[in-house]
C-alpha cells in the first residue's frame, strides 16, 4: 500500500532538511511524496504594492522552485518505493495542507520546527504551529539540520486520562519498520491510579502486546517541557509522539507562551497525532 506523504516547504534548507529526514525513514516504504508550497495575497505583510502582475510573478517563481525541487529529490533520491508530485496553493499553508489531505488521501505530513526566517527566539514557527493546531492527519516536525537517525527508542508521554486506539497505530507502524522500543512515559502526581486510569493502561498494553514497550514513571515537574526534554536525554530516545486531543500536554504546550520560546526544544523528531475522536 503506498504511503502518501505531504512535505510543505517554503524553499528553505530547514524545509529540504525534513524533506531528506522523510526520504531515509522511508526508504523501505513505497511512497507518493508531495511538495507543496503555499502563498497567499492576504497574508502579505504589506499589500501596498499587490499587483496582478505582482501575483503572476510569485506564482511563476515558486512553480519553477518546486519543479526543481521535484527535479533534485528525483535525482538525489534514486529509490524505486518513491514518487514525487508538486502542489501549489493559493491559499494558506493551512487550508492548502486541508485541502491536500482531503484531495490526496494523505497519511502524513513532514515539516521542519522554522520555515527560512529561523527566528532564534522560537522552536516552532508559526506556520508549524498552526499546522499542528489543524488536528487533519499525524505530523511529524524535524529539528533544524537534523542528522537521520533510526527511531529505535520511541518516547509517548501519556497521563492514562484516555482510552487510546486506532490513534495508536503510527506509532506502531514505526515501531515495526525499525523494530523500535515504545517507552510509554508517565508522569504522575499521585503514587495511584485512579480506576479509569488503570483500565486504559490495560487496555494500552492489550494495543502494544505485539510491539516491544516499557512503562517509565515520572515525578511531576512543575514545567511539563523540561521533564519531556529530560526524559528524551537520559533514555536516548530517538523519536517523541504525542497525541494531540483536548487539554493533552501536546495541546496544553501549543497554547503556552512556552512553545515561543527555547523552553520546549526536543532536540529529536516530534510526531503528533490527532485524537480520532
Known amino acids: ?132 493546531k489543524t488536528k487533519v492527519c499525524p505530523i511529524l516536525v524535524i529539528p533544524d539540520e537534523f542528522e537521520f537517525m533510526a527511531p529505535k527508542q520511541i518516547a509517548f508521554p501519556t497521563n492514562f486520562n484516555r482510552c487510546y486506539g486506532e490513534e495508536l497505530q503510527p506509532i506502531k507502524d514505526l515501531a515495526e519498520l525499525y523494530n523500535s522500543k515504545i517507552r510509554i512515559v508517565h508522569i504522575t502526581k499521585n503514587n495511584k491510579l485512579t480506576s479509569t486510569q488503570d483500565y486504559n493502561l490495560s487496555m494500552l498494553k492489550v494495543h502494544l502486546e505485539n510491539h516491544p514497550h516499557i512503562f517509565h514513571w515520572m515525578p511531576d515537574y512543575a514545567k511539563k517541557h523540561e521533564e519531556i526534554n529530560d526524559f528524551i536525554e537520559e533514555l536516548g530516545i530517538d523519536m517523541l509522539v504525542m497525541i494531540n486531543y483536548k487539554h493533552s500536554v501536546i495541546e496544553n504546550i501549543m497554547n503556552e507562551p512556552v512553545v515561543h520560546k527555547i523552553g520546549f526544544n526536543p532536540k529529536v523528531p516530534f510526531l503528533v497525532i490527532p485524537c480520532i475522536v
Not at 497567499?40 to 525541487?69: C, F, G, H, M, P
Not at 538525489?76 to 486541508?98: G, M, P, R, T, V
Open 1 to 132: 500500500m503506498v504511503k502518501h506523504i505531504v512535505l510543505p516547504t517554503d524553499f528553505s534548507d530547514n524545509a529540504w532538511s525534513a524533506a531528506v529526514y522523510a526520504l531515509k525513514l522511508y526508504a523501505e516504504v513505497e511512497c507518493k511524496f508531495y511538495f507543496l508550497h503555499a502563498w497567499s495575497a492576504t497574508n502579505t505583510t504589506d499589500r501596498t504594492y499587490i499587483t496582478a502582475k505582482y501575483v503572476d510573478e510569485i506564482k511563476d517563481e515558486a512553480w519553477r522552485q518546486l519543479i526543481e525541487l521535484k527535479e533534485m529529490s528525483e535525482s538525489a533520491d534514486s529509490n524505486a518505493n518513491h514518487s514525487f508530485e508538486i502542489i501549489l496553493s493559493n491559499d494558506s499553508l493551512q487550508k492548502a495542507i486541508e485541502t491536500a489531505v482531503e484531495n490526496h488521501t494523505i497519511d502524513l505530513i513532514v515539516m521542519g520546527t522554522k520555515g527560512a526566517s529561523k527566528t532564534k527566539e522560537l522552536f516552532f514557527g508559526s506556520n508549524t504551529v498552526n499546522t499542528l
